[in-house]
């Protein structure tokens, strides 16, 4: 159990490594966290730095996760959930014991705008809760960013 645990977390390291290095010129990378230990979620923001504009956004929640039994039953029911919606990723992995559901969008493709008009509730509540906040198609990093540390994260180098 151990070493799927490490596996999950040298997979989720590769990832945020890769796209890091898979950014478009202009674009950057910053993350925030709250919580601590096994409770910590992450937020991670892709964005054009000269318009303010996310272009991926991704969270991983053990907030979400613990929703689960398992990470099987958990990358079912996610796929349920979410399947089906252009730009959006959705899994659960397991880290040192703790499921967490990881959800990644393409907000070029799956538009700030459409989401907070979605049917999806999970979709729907990334661009309600303040995760994501912007005024008509786009999302601001600024407005995104100081909405989220109003709620407590915090910015990671």
């Known amino acids: 159990k151990n070493d799927e645990g490490t596996k999950e977390t040298v997979k ?3 990832v ?3 796209e890091e290095n898979s950014v478009n010129k202009g674009e ?3 993350t925030f966290v709250w919580g601590k230990g096994k409770d910590e979620a992450r937020i991670t923001y892709t964005y054009d730095e000269s318009n303010d504009i996310v272009t991926k956004f991704r969270i991983e929640s053990p907030q979400y996760g613990s929703a ?3 990470k099987e039953e958990g990358n ?3 796929k349920i959930l979410l399947g089906g919606t252009r730009g959006v ?3 659960v992995i397991e880290k040192n014991g703790t499921l967490i559901a990881v959800i990644e ?3 070029k ?7 907070k008009k979605s049917d999806n509730y999970i979709i729907k509540g990334l661009a309600e809760t303040g995760f994501l906040k912007g005024d008509g198609d786009e999302a601001s990093y600024t407005q995104s960013k100081n909405s989220i540390m109003m709620n407590g994260f915090e910015e990671r180098e």
């Open 28 to 30: 950057k990378v910053s």
């Open 76 to 78: 079912k029911k996610i």
């Open 105 to 107: 969008v393409d907000l």
């Open 89 to 91: 990723t959705a899994s």
């Open 12 to 14: 989720t390291s590769m």
């Open 109 to 115: 493709i799956c538009k700030f705008s459409d989401m």
């Open 68 to 70: 689960f039994k398992n």
């Open 16 to 18: 945020s490594t890769s």
